[in-house]
Antibody, heavy 118, light 110 residues
Framework: QVQLQESGPGLVKPSQTLSLTCTVSGDSISSGGYYWSWIRQHPGKGLEWIVYFFYSGSTYYNPSLKSRVTISGDTSKNQFSLKLSSVTAADTAVYYC??????????WGQGTLVTVSS | QSVLTQPPSASGTPGQRVTISCSGSHSNIGSNTVNWYQQLPGTAPKLLIYSNNRRPSGVPDRFSGSKSGTSASLAISGLQSEDEADYYCAPWDDSLNGPVFGGGTKLTVL
């Protein structure tokens, strides 16, 4: 059973960098065939894809966020991380990590709320 | 504002059949398969339908999906109280080179 778990600060100050980590169990982020991704959901709103990457290959960004997003992986810990720079209140959201395969997200983390506020 | 259009709300009584529509364009629904996610209150989204009409293991056959042209639909038959949730359509979008999500439909079981 594949499981994903997000972790990171729940409060970030404006203009700072939001950093989150997703720990994966039941699968390896370096195994072939799957992309690993981040998605967010603004309070009371719909879902927005942020970024996805193939560990030994390419990374794809939502154009609206590309300039502020960095994604990386750590195979020794079977984790991947998101960094979103220069945050504003508009970045307040629940952030989910998920596994992407065949164009759909088949496994999701439980999500973590990040609030941007001074 | 999503590039996909879903009705913001839908409702039905227990046992009824309800459908939720999703309208898109050539670059998303028109060129790719459609996936649907169910989000129960306070929880993460869950894959409900993939590749237009396929159900992951464990999803009841009361849930079905279809696609025609640049539109897709999710049907729920034999509606149950536990089906009360938000439902999102999500095809791939060739222009974005990534997935797009509909705005979501809140289903209320009366």
């Amino acid at each position: 059973q594949v499981q994903l778990q997000e972790s990171g600060p729940g409060l970030v100050k404006p203009s700072q960098t939001l950093s989150l980590t997703c720990t994966v169990s039941g699968d390896s982020i370096s195994s072939g065939g799957y992309y690993w991704s981040w998605i967010r959901q603004h309070p009371g709103k719909g879902l927005e894809w942020i970024v996805y990457f193939f560990y030994s290959g390419s990374t794809y960004y939502n154009p609206s966020l590309k300039s502020r997003v960095t994604i990386s992986g750590d195979t020794s810990k079977n984790q991947f991380s998101l960094k979103l720079s220069s945050v504003t209140a508009a970045d307040t959201a629940v952030y989910y990590c998920a596994r992407l395969w065949g164009g759909y997200f088949d496994y999701w983390g439980q999500g973590t709320l990040v609030t941007v506020s001074s | 504002q999503s590039v996909l259009t879903q009705p913001p709300s839908a409702s039905g009584t227990p046992g009824q059949r309800v459908t939720i529509s999703c309208s898109g364009s050539h670059s998303n629904i028109g060129s790719n398969t459609v996936n649907w996610y169910q989000q129960l209150p306070g929880t993460a989204p869950k894959l409900l339908i993939y590749s237009n009409n396929r159900r992951p293991s464990g999803v009841p056959d009361r849930f079905s999906g279809s696609k025609s042209g640049t539109s897709a639909s999710l049907a729920i038959s034999g509606l149950q109280s536990e089906d009360e949730a938000d439902y999102y359509c999500a095809p791939w979008d060739d222009s974005l080179n990534g997935p797009v999500f509909g705005g979501g439909t809140k289903l209320t079981v009366l």
